[in-house]
């Protein structure tokens, strides 16, 4: 796998699950774990970690590209 297919691998599944996290806060779904509801704020934290880890792994592989 070059490096180039791993960062665009990567950032897709980072969007994926970032896009998940915005929906989950969009629409107020309730996850339950073990009988225990989870708060919004895990996935507030997570889809502003996960978009930044899509747009870095983009950014590189934009950057790898033109070399």
């Known amino acids: 796998m070059t490096r180039s297919t791993f960062l665009l691998t990567t950032g897709?599944?980072?969007a994926l699950i970032a896009v998940g996290h915005v929906l989950r806060i969009?629409?107020?779904v309730t996850v339950v774990v073990a009988g225990n509801?989870?708060?919004m704020w895990p996935s507030v934290v997570a889809a502003v970690v996960t978009i930044y880890l899509?747009?870095?792994a983009f950014r590189h592989r934009a950057n790898t590209?033109?070399?």
Request: aromatic share 20%; glycine share 0%.
């Open 26 to 28: 969009l629409f107020a």
């Open 54 to 56: 899509a747009y870095e």
């Open 65 to 67: 590209s033109a070399l």
């Open 37 to 39: 509801s989870v708060p």
């Open 12 to 14: 897709i599944l980072f």
